[in-house]
């Protein structure tokens, strides 16, 4: 199976750390941590709030290196979640 990338927070995730659907089926698209029983959990997330946190966790936290962070960066105005906000 190729890694699943989260189409909010661009995260590779497992079919593990799949999101789950409101009939309590995996959701192949988001993964647990942004997409819970067919809901986004954080609602007011905003695709710059998303580069805030990978910014800082690359710069403060060290969890992932910057060019890291960066890679993630460039892929979200591709991600689903939001792609649609750009139509608006
Ligand atoms: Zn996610």
């Given at each position: 199976?190729?890694?699943?990338i989260?189409?909010?927070c661009?995260?590779?995730?497992?079919a593990?750390?799949?999101?789950t659907?409101?009939?309590?089926?995996?959701?192949?698209?988001?993964?647990?941590?942004?997409?819970?029983?067919?809901?986004?959990?954080?609602?007011?997330?905003?695709?710059?709030?998303?580069?805030?946190?990978?910014?800082?966790?690359?710069?403060?936290?060290n969890?992932?290196?910057?060019?890291?962070?960066?890679?993630?960066?460039?892929?979200?105005?591709?991600?689903?979640?939001?792609?649609?906000?750009?139509?608006?």
């Amino acid at each position: 199976m190729k890694p699943l990338i989260c189409q909010s927070c661009g995260f590779p995730f497992t079919a593990e750390t799949r999101g789950t659907n409101r009939d309590g089926t995996k959701n192949n698209d988001y993964c647990i941590n942004c997409y819970k029983n067919g809901e986004f959990t954080d609602h007011h997330l905003t695709m710059h709030e998303l580069e805030r946190r990978y910014l800082e966790m690359a710069q403060e936290h060290n969890e992932i290196s910057l060019e890291e962070a960066r890679q993630i960066i460039r892929t979200l105005p591709d991600l689903k979640r939001w792609k649609m906000t750009n139509l608006l």
